[in-house]
């Protein structure tokens, strides 16, 4: 087991943080390949495995499931860094070289993510310029501008305001050939600005799940965050009443969200705001628990494998361009061991290959760990 007494972290460095982060990055190892095999599965079949398998994956267009949470709760956590972090430089070496440091580390991410998903290998017209790693580059550059220029008052009012504006813009804007109102796919108008003026690769054909006009609600969830990050390193608040407070804040979310979607639905693939206060809600109630049970509580051996991920969550994540963790499986557990398996049950030797997969994950940033080797953006 892992010292935690001695942690490779900087003093006053939240462990829940790092450890929620290696939840949220371990879902994104491989929870994907999980559930498409229990989809597999219990195809037909119903129960609370049935329920285990919809859950682990996204759902087609509106409405929310678990996995839905992952990608919004990354970027989330990324404000939540950005408050402490970037707090930190603007009070020590003042706000131009915060700026400095937030340009760079978003430069950064934005480069990493054009390489995640290719770079020129294919030219030109086949370069993804808008992708996950692009989009918390653009969220952390949107949300640090504004905790670096103003103040958290104005910040909220900011937010709210990304918030209702888009749902104008998505509502009362007409698209040429649908009108205006209209959520369904291809015929909004987040994806017809898509069609018109989104070079590139695009994910979906003639747009994109993280085209240009959702960035602006994108900004929002990395703002919530921020707000949570102030929220828990306020010394002058209770540690009860930091946790309450998170609480609060996640159910209001969460019932305005879901009240709301009654005219704007939930949709990931838009970043709708609905989505957004829905998932800032689940963060919000997430980030609360782990603070509770890491810090306050002081049960933290439990989590060791997730704090391995979470202090390496770039190289993980990147890792997986370069690795394929399936195939890795299937040279240690493929063979016989997979032909009895699908013998007992079809499919079954698939989830022993993804399982192994996300074992493979985390025994790289184990190791990665032991030699306190850290990629720092």
Wanted: hydrophobic residues 50%; positive net charge; glycine residues 12%.
């Amino acid at each position: 087991m892992a010292d935690l007494s001695n942690p490779p972290v900087k003093p006053g460095r939240l462990t829940s943080l790092d450890a929620l982060r290696g939840f949220d990055m371990m879902w994104i190892m491989g929870a994907d390949s999980i559930g498409v095999v229990l989809d597999r599965l219990t195809h037909g079949q119903t129960g609370w495995v049935r329920h285990l398998a919809e859950q682990i994956e996204h759902v087609p267009w509106d409405g929310f499931r678990f996995y839905d949470l992952i990608f919004p709760l990354f970027v989330f956590i990324a404000g939540v860094s950005l408050a402490m972090s970037l707090g930190r430089t603007a009070a020590v070496e003042g706000k131009d070289a915060a700026f400095v440091r937030l340009l760079k580390r978003s430069l950064l991410l934005y480069g990493l993510g054009l390489f995640f998903y290719g770079g020129l290998s294919q030219g030109w017209d086949q370069v993804r310029y808008v992708g996950v790693l692009q989009r918390i580059a653009t969220s952390y550059f949107g949300a640090g501008l504004c905790f670096l220029l103003f103040k958290p008052r104005t910040c909220v009012g900011i937010c709210v305001g990304l918030l209702v504006g888009y749902w104008a813009l998505m509502t009362f804007v007409p698209v040429p050939g649908f009108g205006a109102g209209n959520f369904e796919e291809g015929k909004n108008l987040a994806n017809w600005i898509d069609f018109r003026f989104l070079p590139g690769r695009r994910w979906d054909g003639d747009h994109d799940p993280e085209g240009l006009l959702s960035s602006l609600p994108a900004v929002a969830t990395c703002l919530i965050g921020v707000f949570a990050g102030l929220w828990l390193k306020d010394e002058k608040i209770g540690t009860m009443r930091r946790l309450g407070g998170l609480v609060v804040a996640g159910v209001a979310m969460l019932l305005v969200g879901w009240a709301w979607s009654w005219q704007f639905p939930i949709i990931k693939k838009l970043w709708t705001s609905t989505f957004v206060l829905v998932a800032g809600g689940w963060s919000c109630l997430l980030l609360a628990l782990f603070h509770w049970v890491v810090d306050v509580r002081g049960w933290n051996r439990w989590c060791v494998p997730f704090l391995w991920v979470g202090l390496n969550p770039i190289t993980i994540y990147l890792s997986g361009a370069l690795i394929s963790y399936d195939a890795l499986s299937r040279r240690v557990v493929g063979g016989p061991v997979l032909g009895w398996l699908e013998g007992v049950q079809p499919h079954l030797g698939e989830l022993l290959v993804a399982v192994v997969g996300i074992g493979w994950g985390f025994l790289l940033a184990w190791f990665l760990y032991r030699r306190r080797l850290f990629l720092r953006l």
